[in-house]
T-cell receptor, first 108, second 114 residues
Framework: GDQVEQSPSALSLHEGTGSALRCNFT?????VQWFRKNSRGSLINLFY???GTKENGRLKSAFDSKERYSTLHIRDAQLEDSGTYFC??????????FGDGTQLVVKP | DPKIIQKPKYLVAVTGSEKILICEQY?????MYWYRQSAKKPLEFMFS???????DNQTASSRFQPQSSKKNHLDLQITALKPDDSATYFC?????????????FGPGTRLTVL
């Protein structure tokens, strides 16, 4: 979307490696949420951040409202991590804007 | 146990027909939402409801009408279906209204309009 620029659009990782996804915002956002859309089409919540960083297993996310970006780091990628990752940002008018998604493929 | 139920999982409809997508949440949340993702577009926010009242409508077409018979239900009625309506429709809920509350998503209903 116009309010959110997500990169990269596609990412290929070998098992055991890692990388980072990033969302840049054109305006100050109050919070960000990261999702993964799995092969069955379901959206899975990963993180919700109003500030700072959160870590859950092999995933870690950071959100800097002032600098207008959020990142999602994946380490030690596994095959089941494959899917499309979205960030969604909460603007001050209670509207939610989604990034275009990052298609992640983890290869053996 | 699934906390947000969407029915049906898959739906095929003919152009011009009408369908209702069902969403029920058992999280005790006060706010519910509908989103849509078409094949070549990012996820789009459609509607938000709080205590069964419409809060936001970002859908231009009046063919899309949310219906809330109970606080934990938010169905989506789509009339005069068009092939461009083909998409996966996601229902979500949050403790209260507004993007500052974490939203939980249902599994989606994949609609195909022929």
């Amino acid at each position: 979307g116009d309010q959110v620029e997500q990169s990269p659009s596609a990412l290929s990782l070998h098992e055991g490696t890692g990388s980072a996804l990033r969302c840049n915002f054109t305006t100050t956002m109050r919070a960000v949420q990261w999702f993964r859309k799995n092969s069955r089409g379901s959206l899975i919540n990963l993180f919700y951040l109003a500030s700072g960083t959160k870590e859950n297993g092999r995933l870690k996310s950071a959100f800097d409202s002032k600098e207008r970006y959020s990142t999602l780091h994946i380490r030690d990628a596994q095959l089941e991590d494959s899917g499309t990752y979205f960030c969604a940002a909460d603007a001050s008018n209670n509207r939610i804007f989604f990034g275009d998604g990052t298609q992640l493929v983890v290869k053996p | 146990d699934p906390k947000i139920i969407q029915k049906p999982k898959y739906l095929v409809a003919v152009t011009g027909s009408e369908k209702i997508l069902i969403c029920e949440q058992y999280l005790g949340h006060n706010a519910m939402y509908w989103y849509r993702q078409s094949a070549k577009k990012p996820l789009e926010f459609m509607f938000s409801y709080s205590y069964q009242k419409l809060m936001d409508n970002q859908t231009a077409s009046s063919r899309f009408q949310p219906q809330s018979s109970k606080k934990n239900h938010l169905d989506l009625q789509i009339t005069a279906l068009k092939p461009d309506d083909s998409a996966t429709y996601f229902c979500a809920s949050s403790q209260d209204y507004g993007g500052r509350y974490e939203q939980y998503f249902g599994p989606g209903t994949r609609l195909t309009v022929l």
